[in-house]
């Protein structure tokens, strides 16, 4: 499968985005998908993933309550709605996926074999 992020841009402290993760080549349904961010200098870490159903969500602590993941997979699609957005959340952002029969945690990034190539999110104080 082949994704694709954007609707990254630059928002101003406690405003929104909403990034969008676009497949190709398989249909989303069959993939559990994640999001994860690197800021500059640091090590990339999860966000948010949500199973192949859709029936478990996960977030990191620091953006629970703010981020909400989701998936149309008529449009196979996934989302990620920041809200309440803070400039320690600027970053680039990254889809993954990984298959239905997949094992291991997924807050790890090594468990998703598919990415993204990363849409940058800019938050200004």
């Known amino acids: 499968v082949q994704l694709q992020a954007s609707g990254g841009g630059l928002v101003q402290a406690g405003g929104s985005l909403r990034l969008s993760c676009a497949a190709s080549?398989?249909?989303?349904?069959?993939?559990?998908m994640g999001w994860f961010r690197q800021a500059p200098g640091k090590e990339r870490e999860f966000v948010a993933a949500?199973?192949?159903?859709?029936?478990?969500?996960y977030y990191a602590d620091s953006v629970k309550g703010r981020f909400t993941i989701s998936r149309d997979n008529a449009k196979n699609t996934v989302y990620l709605q920041m809200n309440s957005l803070k400039p320690e959340d600027t970053a680039v952002y990254y889809c993954?996926?990984?298959?239905?029969?997949?094992?291991?945690?997924?807050?790890?990034?090594?468990?998703?074999?598919?990415w993204g190539q990363g849409t940058l999110v800019t938050v200004s104080s």
């Open positions: 949500m199973t192949y159903s859709g029936s478990n969500t």
């Open positions: 993954a996926g990984r298959q239905t029969y997949s094992s291991g945690s997924y807050y790890l990034p090594g468990n998703y074999p598919y």
């Open positions: 080549g398989r249909t989303l349904s069959r993939y559990g």
